[in-house]
């Protein structure tokens, strides 16, 4: 498939017959990675996932309780591609509002993985990672909570980068949980991701959490050459699998041979992150989804009164995995344990920034894991703590609100699939993130 970069130098005509393929090679495919064909404005067309509102097309965040809703506004990101030579093109799967690492959990069914049709492409924004990987989209966007950009990319063989807290608008993006989302690019290479990335980022009003913190192109200033400090958490790696263990150790080796100074750390509080992001995430997603009552938004029960009509909307209208969550959430809330719980939930998720900005004072770059192990056979995940559990080693992130991309550095040799590794950066310092990944880019040379 063309790159972004590529497909920005395109005229009009050339650009019309690129998105008649896309879309005759999308509709053929076997992944159902797209769930809709719809277009808006002129440009590049880039997918975009089932939670970002673009005018006129249903924005469902792959839920039934969604059926019926069409979106009355552009997301402040899709204003910012259209003035910036694209177009929004085609709905992405998803995992139900989000919440989810396999994509397992749509109400349109279950993506698959390009490298193995029977493996989850990773979640939630598992249909933006398929299509690209597989060929059938330039670029993409998604959103990541706790790691839905940058675990799907790493399973799919893509580049995910999840930006500096407040970077990117969430006006218009259906709130999962609202302190830790944000909007990002997903792309066949750490050049694209730029690109995308400096076209939708950008302070709007419209947006409370939005920073007011300087844009300055990454794009144009990408620079592969210079040398960074970059720390390896040496305790952090050991509850990752063999095969990513090694592609790790390998990339620690390709860094150092591209003159990059590697310094060796420990984190104390990463035994806690799993615990306070599931607390902070339901709590705040139960909030945001109880205006989901069939009332104001899509699809609407029978009911002989109000509460009853409630009750049938949610109970018809939420997926298992949502209604958990509903459930978690307001039990961390409720009177009698806000303080054990969300509370406390709070105060360590200060710890944990905490940790991370003692490391920074040090070091430009972590180097991490994504996830702990390569994506894995679609269903084989029965306990919904097997898959929160899967998230470890993404979800601090945005408990800290870190910039962090994830790229390809290899395969597992037994399986085949691809691993992914993560930058980590400081807030606003995403040019050096993406400087460190393009680098690494260049030096380990990996082939999807
Ligand atoms: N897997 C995580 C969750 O289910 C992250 C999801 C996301 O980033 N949207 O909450």
């Known amino acids: 498939m063309i790159t972004l970069k590529e497909a920005l130098t395109k005229s009009k005509e050339e650009l019309a017959e690129i998105k008649t393929e896309i879309e005759k090679l999308a509709r053929e495919s076997e992944l159902n990675a797209y769930i809709g064909f719809e277009s808006s404005g002129e440009g590049v067309p880039i997918l975009i996932k089932d939670n970002i509102q673009v005018t006129d097309w249903p924005v469902t965040s792959g839920s039934k309780i969604l059926q019926g809703y069409i979106a009355p506004y552009d997301a402040t990101a899709i204003t910012n591609l259209k003035k910036n030579g694209m177009m929004a093109f085609g709905r992405a799967n998803m995992d139900e509002f989000a919440m989810g690492s396999t994509t397992e959990s749509s109400y349109y069914g279950i993506t698959k993985n390009p490298h193995d049709l029977n493996r989850v492409p990773g979640g939630s924004s598992g249909g933006s990672a398929a299509a690209v990987a597989g060929g059938i989209a330039i670029a993409a966007l998604g959103s990541d909570t706790g790691g839905s950009i940058r675990q799907p990319a790493a399973y799919c063989g893509c580049v995910g980068f999840k930006p500096t807290y407040g970077m990117v608008s969430r006006y218009g993006l259906a709130a999962?949980?609202?302190?830790?989302?944000?909007?990002?690019?997903?792309?066949?290479?750490?050049?694209?991701?730029?690109?995308?990335?400096?076209?939708?980022?950008?302070?709007?009003?419209?947006?409370?959490?939005?920073?007011?913190?300087?844009?300055?192109?990454?794009?144009?200033?990408?620079?592969?050459?210079?040398?960074?400090?970059i720390a390896v958490i040496d305790n952090y790696i050991e509850a990752a699998s063999e095969a990513i263990q090694k592609a790790y150790a390998e990339t620690v080796k390709a860094l150092e041979?591209?003159?990059?100074?590697?310094?060796?750390?420990?984190?104390?509080?990463?035994?806690?992150?799993?615990?306070?992001?599931?607390?902070?995430?339901?709590?705040?997603?139960?909030?945001?989804?109880?205006?989901?009552?069939?009332?104001?938004?899509?699809?609407?029960?029978?009911?002989?009164?109000?509460?009853?009509?409630?009750?049938?909307?949610?109970?018809?209208?939420?997926?298992?995995?949502?209604?958990?969550?509903?459930?978690?959430?307001?039990?961390?809330?409720?009177?009698?344990?806000?303080?054990?719980?969300?509370?406390?939930?709070?105060?360590?998720?200060?710890?944990?920034?905490?940790?991370?900005?003692?490391?920074?004072?040090?070091?430009?770059?972590?180097?991490?894991?994504?996830?702990?192990?390569?994506?894995?056979?679609?269903?084989?995940?029965?306990?919904?703590?097997?898959?929160?559990?899967?998230?470890?080693?993404?979800?601090?992130?945005?408990?800290?609100?870190?910039?962090?991309?994830?790229?390809?550095?290899?395969?597992?040799e037994e399986t085949g699939m691809p691993i992914g590794l993560q930058l980590i950066g400081r807030a606003f310092d995403e040019q050096k993130v993406f400087d460190g990944a393009y680098s690494l880019e260049q030096t380990i040379n990996y082939k999807n």
Do not use: C
Request: cysteine-free.
């Open 176 to 229: 999962y949980a609202s302190s830790l989302d944000q909007i990002g690019p997903i792309t066949q290479n750490v050049e694209d991701a730029a690109i995308l990335y400096d076209a939708i980022s950008g302070h709007d009003p419209k947006d409370s959490t939005s920073a007011e913190h300087e844009r300055v192109s990454i794009a144009a200033n990408l620079d592969g050459n210079r040398k960074l400090r």
């Open 257 to 412: 041979s591209a003159g990059h100074t590697i310094v060796h750390k420990n984190m104390q509080n990463t035994k806690y992150d799993i615990a306070t992001y599931y607390i902070v995430a339901t709590a705040e997603a139960a909030t945001n989804l109880a205006r989901f009552d069939g009332v104001r938004y899509g699809r609407r029960a029978e009911g002989s009164n109000l509460s009853e009509l409630y009750y049938n909307t949610r109970s018809e209208g939420f997926g298992e995995e949502v209604k958990r969550r509903i459930l978690l959430g307001n039990f961390v809330l409720s009177s009698g344990y806000y303080d054990a719980y969300y509370l406390k939930a709070q105060k360590v998720r200060h710890l944990i920034r905490d940790e991370f900005g003692a490391i920074f004072d040090d070091v430009d770059l972590i180097l991490s894991p994504v996830a702990p192990s390569v994506a894995p056979i679609i269903g084989s995940i029965h306990d919904p703590l097997d898959m929160y559990k899967s998230d470890m080693y993404t979800i601090a992130i945005n408990l800290a609100g870190l910039p962090a991309l994830s790229l390809p550095v290899g395969k597992d």
